[in-house]
């Protein structure tokens, strides 16, 4: 389970947090480390207060956008403190553990987003994701370094991967990534804009909240294939 999970920090500002990440993750068995557009690394800041667990940073993937780091995974979870003008499926870190537990034989990779030190992940970083992830931390007293949530999360994901009397999901078909959802909505909104059922110079919260649906559904492959058929058929309809 721990092997398929691989944490995102987007747009680190600070070098020593990705040293501290790094050890966090190390101490409970995760290795997959990517880092979005880090401002500062490598650097020896991050090497030193990673510690013992520097051959994660060895290791660490560096993109240049989110949509690379995530575009082989397909669950997506996002890190926030925030409540959303919509809400989005919100889980605590043990839920979200125990989710993981549910789906290690049907997700091939997760990723879980860690946003920027002061603004955290932006609303479309966060509706790229399937899930939220909140910490409840003291409602007077909310704010927690990378590294330390992290450490709540990884800690939850240790607990839940060690042995027990579980069954596995099976399911027939793989998931969609995030590469395959991303092209799948922009050929919804396409066919929303060419049939009429949304006018780009309005365009309100359609497409947020249809990216809440089917992020809410967990599209597979199959289903997926079955809805670009549905735009296709209607996208050559609209054009005899």
């Known amino acids: ?24 993750m190390k101490t409970m068995g995760l290795s997959d480390l990517a880092l979005v557009a880090p401002r500062k690394y490598p650097h020896p ?11 994660l940073l060895d290791t660490a993937t560096v993109y240049d956008t989110l949509d690379d780091a995530i575009a082989d995974c397909d669950l997506v979870v996002g890190t926030s403190t925030r409540a959303r003008t919509i809400p989005w499926p919100l889980l605590t870190p043990r839920a979200f553990a125990e989710q993981m537990k549910v789906e290690a034989a049907l997700t091939k990779k997760t990723a879980v987003l860690f946003g920027r030190e002061a603004s ?17 931390t003291n409602p007077d007293y ?20 060690l042995p027990a009397n579980t069954t596995p999901v099976q399911w027939d078909y793989p998931f969609a990534t995030a590469a395959q959802m991303e092209s799948f909505y922009e050929h919804l909104h396409r066919v929303l804009i ?6 780009p110079a309005v365009p309100r919260q359609l497409m947020t909240r ?21 735009l296709t058929a209607v996208e050559k309809n609209l054009h005899k």
């Open 1 to 24: 389970m721990l092997s398929n999970i691989r944490i995102i920090l987007v747009e680190t500002s600070h070098a020593g947090n990705i040293g501290s990440a790094a050890r966090a």
């Open 45 to 55: 800041k991050a090497t030193a207060l990673a510690s013992n667990a520097a051959d």
């Open 120 to 136: 955290g992940l932006t609303n479309d970083e966060l509706h790229r994701c399937h899930y939220h992830i909140q910490i409840p």
């Open 142 to 161: 909310s704010s927690l370094n990378i590294a330390c949530a992290l450490q709540v999360i990884a800690y939850e994901l240790r607990v839940a991967s």
């Open 194 to 199: 060419d049939t009429e059922f949304l006018n």
């Open 210 to 230: 249809l990216r809440r649906l089917f992020s809410r559904a967990r599209l597979d492959e199959m289903e997926m294939n079955i809805l670009r058929g549905i």
